[in-house]
């Protein structure tokens, strides 16, 4: 069951997710709390995307309780990229699609650093210069959760720090950020709590502090291969 209301926690408390007789997430519960960033962490195929695609309510059949904000957005995939828009009319369709003022969309685009490419069709930009434009399209209608999967795909090096500053600014206005990602160093540089996913069922759920105080070097590194081992393949 997926429900919204004002409490603006993202929760998912005994997910059951199958495929035909596969059963590709079992018995998972994690959360992602307004002011914190959240990474879910795993190997490629471990069920991360199919884990937030369920809590959003994206997976026609599950079992077990998932609760969201009202006010959420999402980043999944490409964001709904169209080549032939430019960067500016792609951000205005998604802030018309939430209910928003337009005279926002200038604003989003200049907190993703594209206000020089806004004229640009979407087609002719390079793969960071369309994740900046799904991220500026992801914003818009003051979210209180935003969910985000691989957000750094295409980013350079520089691009991943401009994320990681972005997402802490969100997370200080008091908006409960959620990403997925199998990038161990991004994860390490952003995060305040980490859900770790491999073979569809959670190995880990709680504060990068805790999760990294086992380990004689305090690294996010250590701690993830300790409790995935060998499947991190």
């Known amino acids: 069951?997926?429900?919204?209301?004002t409490d603006?926690?993202?929760?998912?408390?005994?997910?059951?997710?199958?495929?035909?007789?596969?059963?590709?997430?079992?018995?998972?519960?994690?959360?992602?709390?307004?002011?914190?960033?959240?990474c879910v962490l795993g190997p490629n195929g471990a069920g991360k995307t199919t884990t937030l695609r369920a809590g959003l309510g994206l997976v026609g059949r599950y079992a077990g309780e998932c609760h969201r904000p009202k006010h959420t957005n999402i980043l999944l995939d490409d964001g709904g990229l169209i080549?032939?828009?430019?960067?500016?009319?792609?951000?205005t369709a998604r802030a018309l699609s939430v209910g928003v003022s337009t005279g926002c969309v200038d604003d989003l685009i200049d907190t993703v650093g594209m206000t020089d490419a806004a004229a640009m069709k979407i087609g002719k930009c390079s793969m960071g210069m369309k994740r900046r434009t799904a991220l500026a399209a992801a914003l818009a209608g003051d979210p209180q959760l935003v969910v985000l999967d691989e957000p750094s795909a295409g980013l350079?090096?520089?691009?991943?720090?401009?994320?990681?500053?972005?997402?802490?600014?969100?997370a200080q206005r008091g908006v409960a950020v959620l990403m997925a990602t199998h990038h161990l160093a991004e994860a390490a540089g952003m995060t305040d709590d980490v859900a770790v996913i491999c073979g569809g069922t959670l190995r880990f759920s709680g504060s990068l502090k805790e999760m990294t105080s086992g380990t004689t070097t305090g690294s996010l590194d250590d701690a993830y291969f300790a409790l995935i081992g060998g499947e991190a393949r």
């Open 1 to 5: 069951m997926t429900s919204t209301s």
């Open 8 to 38: 603006n926690e993202f929760r998912i408390r005994g997910l059951e997710v199958r495929y035909g007789t596969n059963r590709v997430v079992r018995d998972m519960s994690l959360s992602a709390k307004p002011g914190r960033v959240t």
């Open 156 to 170: 350079d090096p520089e691009g991943i720090r401009w994320l990681g500053t972005l997402l802490r600014n969100l």
């Open 83 to 91: 080549p032939g828009l430019t960067v500016r009319q792609h951000v």
